[in-house]
Nanobody
Framework: QVQLVESGGGLVQAGGSLRLTCAAS????????MAWFRQAAGKEREFVAAIGWSSTKLSYGDSVKGRFTISRDDAKNTVYLQMNTLKPEDTAVYYC????????????????????WGQGTQVTVSS
């Protein structure tokens, strides 16, 4: 079992930046693929970014490529999402997700692939 706690959300103006943090506890973290998803009001949960073991593989949703960066610090059991040049359409609840993995070079980008979820952190971008 893995527990995930997100933090770092808040209100920011368009063009600004935020860094989200996902702290994991429970089983050893390093063999988990990790991801961020988001869900805007009235919409389905959307893939944002994913990272594999030892940061060997990364993937981003089309709407955030070039603006968001996912990273992990296995020594701290933490995953980060650096969000730059934020837009009003980035407004959503952001969720951290974890999946135990035997494959260093694999990542997953759909919600059904992930076993563990945090409670989410709200990000609001004003225009």
């Amino acid at each position: 079992q893995v527990q995930l706690v997100e933090s770092g959300g808040g209100l920011v103006q368009a063009g600004g930046s935020l860094r989200l943090t996902c702290a994991a506890s429970g089983r050893p973290f390093k063999n988990y693929a990790m991801a961020w998803f988001r869900q805007a009001a009235g919409k389905e949960r959307e893939f944002v970014a994913a990272i594999g073991w030892s940061s060997t593989k990364l993937s981003y949703g089309d709407s955030v490529k070039g603006r968001f960066t996912i990273s992990r610090d296995d020594a701290k059991n933490t995953v980060y999402l650096q969000m730059n040049t934020l837009k009003p359409e980035d407004t959503a609840v952001y969720y951290c997700a974890a999946k135990p993995s035997d494959y260093r070079f694999y990542i997953w980008i759909t919600t059904s692939d992930y076993n563990y979820w945090g409670q989410g952190t709200q990000v609001t971008v004003s225009s």
